[in-house]
């Protein structure tokens, strides 16, 4: 086990992460923020759901989750469309736009982390990507009610579910 001063440490670093998201966040369109792009990433990977499956990916209430959603389907890039199941709900999905946009945004990015870390080599990189794998795998479904919340305490607790995200 790793001593408590390089958890520490740990956690100073993640805090700093924040300013590789704001760098990221820079190669988005203005018109697309990164809720937008989240939100259609997520119907990429998991494909089309409610609302509700949705906000639960984000880890986020329904009605911020309902603003990412308003704000992409006013842009064309994802749409509602009846559920046949249940015709009170909607079920959301990519449109040809929302999949072109981010397949833009993957190369935006894929370019600004190919600059920034020019310096670094290949295993460097691979190094990086499997420890945040891990580290993401470990912490894994952190929703409401994963973690322990007492004070001092971040034992695991049960979870529901073990979602990506």
């Known amino acids: 086990m790793a001593a408590k001063s390089q958890y520490a440490e740990l956690a100073r670093q993640l805090s700093a992460i924040g300013a590789v998201k704001r760098g990221l966040a820079r190669v988005l369109p203005p018109d697309c923020p990164g809720g937008s792009a989240a939100v259609m990433t997520l119907l990429e990977r998991h494909g089309e759901m409610r609302m509700s499956r949705l906000a639960d990916l984000l880890a986020v209430n329904m009605s911020v989750t309902s603003r990412h959603v308003a704000h992409a389907v006013e842009r064309g890039w994802i749409e509602r469309v009846a559920d046949l199941d249940d015709r009170r709900s909607r079920i959301l999905r990519l449109t040809p736009a929302g999949r072109e946009l981010l397949d833009e945004l993957a190369r935006r990015t894929t370019e600004t982390f190919a600059r920034v870390l ?48």
């Not at 894994?140 to 034992?155: Q, T």
């Open 118 to 165: 020019s310096d670094w080599t290949d295993d460097e990189v691979g190094q990086l990507n499997t420890m945040l794998a891990r580290l993401r795998e470990n912490f894994g479904d952190c929703r409401p009610g994963r973690y322990d919340d007492s004070p001092g305490s971040y034992a695991r607790t049960p979870s529901t579910s073990a979602q990506e995200t």
